[in-house]
């Protein structure tokens, strides 16, 4: 991907692959809960160094919360050695305190890191997860969810919902210039 990809080019579940899904997680507390998916990114992936990666995110969250209310949390980071993005998404059932901004527990986690060099890229994409769990209805069926299979089709459905919005949105726009010529 480069930075020249457009917003509605980018389908999350192109970057979600089901190995970096996990419907369980373990760790009750925030530093934990993000070694247990900085683990997840770091066993079958291009990730060489789990450590590095695990103390960029802590930088991050230095800078404040990235739980961003309504259960949802995105950590993320722009890091050396990776070519392309890479999405993990991480469900808690009990909660964690993420310190988000509405005071609540946070039970989905959307960690995303990107190449160094593609801050364009990455913002698009945190955009998009960003649109995604606004939704609270779609939040509540990821929170809800039992296989891995059933998150694709969420986010799938989404993403058909936005190409879909986005082509009225142009023949709208197409018939509007037309009529005025």
Do not use: W
Request: glycine share 6%; net charge positive; charged share 35%.
């Amino acid at each position: 991907m480069t930075e020249g990809v457009k917003y509605r080019d980018i389908k999350l579940p192109d970057l979600l692959k089901e190995k970096y899904i996990e419907l369980d997680l373990k760790e009750k507390e925030k530093t934990k809960l993000i070694a247990e998916l900085v683990d997840i990114a770091a066993k079958p992936s291009r990730i060489k160094e789990g450590k590095t990666l695990f103390k960029a995110i802590l930088e991050r969250e230095k800078l404040g919360s990235t739980a961003i209310g309504n259960g949802v949390a995105i950590p993320h980071v722009k890091i050396k050695g990776i070519k392309k993005p890479l999405l993990i998404l991480g469900r808690s059932a009990e909660g964690v305190d993420f310190e988000a901004l509405d005071g609540e527990k946070t039970y989905l986690f959307f960690m995303l890191i990107s190449p160094q060099e593609e801050v364009g890229l990455h913002l698009k994409i945190l955009a998009k997860i960003s649109h995604l769990v606004k939704d609270k209805f779609i939040v509540e069926r990821l929170k809800k969810v039992k296989t891995e299979h059933e998150v694709f089709e969420i986010i799938s459905d989404f993403e058909r919902y936005l190409s879909k919005k986005y082509e009225e949105k142009i023949d709208r726009a197409s018939h509007t210039f037309y009529k005025c010529y």
